[in-house]
């Protein structure tokens, strides 16, 4: 780009300088550094201020995960337990430091007793059942944080799919709050999807509301029906009518199995994807919208690659974690 | 001031301006590649001078010490392109005063959040929520990951470097979810 900077030689190496204090991070909370390894780390941070400042830096930014993370449960006591992320703790000046800022960042935070937050994995697949007897089922990939207090129950999802059966209390609302948008029961079963995008919400049984409560994107409203499928995003809402069969297809997760009803292969295979590490993608823009119909478990990629080769008669070929399928 | 009370400050007043402070550099320095050391440069100035007062309101200080940094810059430089240096003297620090990264509410944070934990690359975000949310260890980790424990490593260090980049060094996205 410009010729101005090139002949500019820099005092320090940012780069280098970082990923010495992200190893240093990662070692010292969370192997067991040596006596001699927490030497050399004092001697590090003390070299210079820009080692200091950047050790300051990461450990800001991994405190700030906290707000996703520190309500579901409580902080693991500082204890001689090897195990853990910074459950261990040595009674050095570095150590003192870093106690010193998580303390006053809020690590050693206890939660609020009415808070939790919940969170599956990839491919993982979890019922909790709250203290008023109302259920959530949590689907790959999902995060949620519950609140619950005398007048009222809110939910928020943070990220992927679940199933709420709610048990009704005209006393104390339930709402799932996502992406800006809330699902204000009342007395119901029902799905709430949430991806990049979009939100998806399906009502199994009862009813609900379902408005925007975010005052950046549209304002809308409606009361779902059993049946009814609400597909939202910043600017739109559209309320669709599924069959119960429909309905019974997008919910076969729950029994851990994916059923696909003349479904464009794309589709499928982001569907699948959703659960597993190894990834399906269709490399041929010409057979994406073949469609599939059948059961495979979640977790059947292999299964899945069966039936694209000898059912469809397709191609597929491993590369690195991805499996390619072409003609 | 302590280091300790230095490492405090630093954590809640300045490193939640970095968004503005890389803007500012982006707009005022042409060679993305010197952006982080820039950045490095002008903390490390920033600290030398906190240690004996911490100034007070921060921004105007912090934008004051970049621009002070780039001009020494170009100074040390014996050719400077004209448009290098475009808007160096007329730099609206004043503009910069009102700091819409510090009012943001909570929810926004929290969503801002989740995206930069979606963008980590997958393997990495695996490792960062077993090391976070599940409170494992670089060998729990491994085990559940299937790799071996400095693989874990690299990965959490990717990963913390990547959550400092995305929560404090770009501005927020405001399509972020």
Same mark, same amino acid.
């Given at each position: 780009m410009?010729?101005?900077?090139?002949?500019?030689? *820099?005092?320090?190496d940012a780069e280098a300088i970082e990923a010495q204090a992200a190893a240093w991070f990662v070692r010292w909370g969370f192997s067991n550094l040596s006596d001699q390894g927490q030497q050399e780390f004092e001697l590090w941070l003390a070299?210079?201020?820009a080692h200091r400042i950047a050790y300051w830096r990461l450990t800001g930014a991994w405190a700030q995960t906290d707000r996703l993370t520190a309500l579901r449960r409580p902080m693991p006591p500082i204890s001689a337990s090897p195990s853990g992320f910074f459950r261990y703790f040595k009674h050095t000046v570095a150590a003192i430091l870093v106690l010193a800022i998580s303390a006053a960042i809020g690590w050693t935070q206890l939660p609020k007793p009415s808070v939790q937050i919940f969170s599956t994995l990839l491919g993982g697949h979890k019922t909790i059942e709250l203290s008023d007897g109302s259920q959530i089922e949590l689907n790959t990939s999902t995060t949620l944080r519950v609140s619950l207090d005398k007048s009222q129950r809110s939910v928020e999802l943070l990220s992927g799919e679940a199933f709420f059966?709610?048990?009704?209390?005209?006393?104390?609302?339930?709402?799932?709050?996502?992406?800006?948008?809330?699902?204000?029961?009342?007395?119901?079963?029902?799905?709430?999807?949430?991806?990049?995008?979009?939100v998806e919400v399906a009502l199994i049984q009862g009813r609900a509301r379902f408005e925007s409560v975010d005052a950046s994107i549209q304002q809308h409203s409606a009361v779902l029906t059993p049946g009814d499928v609400v597909v939202a995003n910043a600017g739109s809402m559209t309320v669709s009518k599924k069959s119960s069969a429909a309905l019974s297809n997008a919910l076969a997760w729950r029994q851990g199995v994916l059923i696909f009803h003349f479904t464009p292969?794309?589709?499928?295979?982001?569907?699948?994807?959703r659960y597993n590490r190894e990834k399906l993608v269709v490399a041929d823009t010409s057979i994406e919208s073949r469609t599939i119909y059948g059961t495979v478990p979640t977790n059947g990629v292999q299964?899945?690659?069966?039936?694209?080769?000898?059912?469809?008669? *397709?191609?597929?070929?491993?590369?690195?974690?991805?499996?390619?399928?072409s003609r | 001031m302590t280091d300790l009370e230095l490492s405090q400050w630093f954590i809640r007043e300045v490193f939640p301006l970095e968004a503005s402070l890389m803007q500012f550099l982006h707009r005022n320095w042409r060679n993305e590649s010197d952006l982080n050391d820039l950045r490095q440069d002008v903390y490390v100035r920033l600290y030398e001078s906190a240690r004996n007062?911490?100034?007070?309101?921060?921004?105007?200080f912090l934008f004051a010490v970049a621009r002070n940094l780039i001009v020494d810059r170009i100074r040390k430089t014996q050719v400077v392109p004209?448009?290098?240096?475009?808007?160096?003297?007329?730099?609206?620090?004043?503009?910069?005063?009102?700091?819409?990264?510090?009012?943001?509410?909570?929810?926004?944070?929290?969503? $801002?959040?989740?995206?930069?934990?979606?963008?980590?690359?997958?393997?990495?975000?695996?490792?960062?929520?077993?090391?976070?949310?599940?409170?494992?260890?670089? $060998?729990?980790?491994?085990?559940?990951?299937?790799?071996?424990?400095?693989?874990?490593?690299?990965?959490?260090?990717?990963?913390? $470097?990547?959550?400092?980049?995305?929560?404090?060094?770009?501005?927020?996205?405001?399509?972020?979810?």
């Open positions: 410009s010729d101005l900077s090139v002949s500019v030689p *820099l005092s320090t070299e210079a201020p059966k709610v048990r009704h209390d005209s006393a104390r609302p339930f709402s799932v709050l996502v992406s800006g948008h809330r699902v204000m029961d009342l007395g119901t079963e029902f799905l709430v999807r949430k991806d990049t995008q979009r292969l794309a589709e499928a295979v982001d569907e699948l994807n299964a899945f690659i069966g039936v694209a080769r000898n059912v469809l008669g *397709l191609r597929v070929e491993k590369r690195d974690e991805e499996f390619l399928i | 007062e911490l100034p007070d309101p921060v921004k105007p004209i448009d290098a240096v475009s808007d160096i003297d007329t730099l609206d620090v004043a503009s910069e005063s009102s700091s819409p990264e510090r009012n943001v509410i909570a929810r926004d944070e929290l969503r $801002r959040l989740q995206s930069a934990i979606d963008r980590l690359p997958p393997r990495c975000r695996e490792a960062v929520i077993l090391a976070r949310i599940e409170c494992l260890s670089g $060998r729990e980790i491994a085990t559940r990951l299937g790799i071996h424990e400095p693989a874990v490593s690299r990965l959490l260090e990717r990963g913390v $470097r990547s959550l400092a980049e995305m929560l404090y060094g770009q501005p927020p996205d405001p399509r972020a979810k």
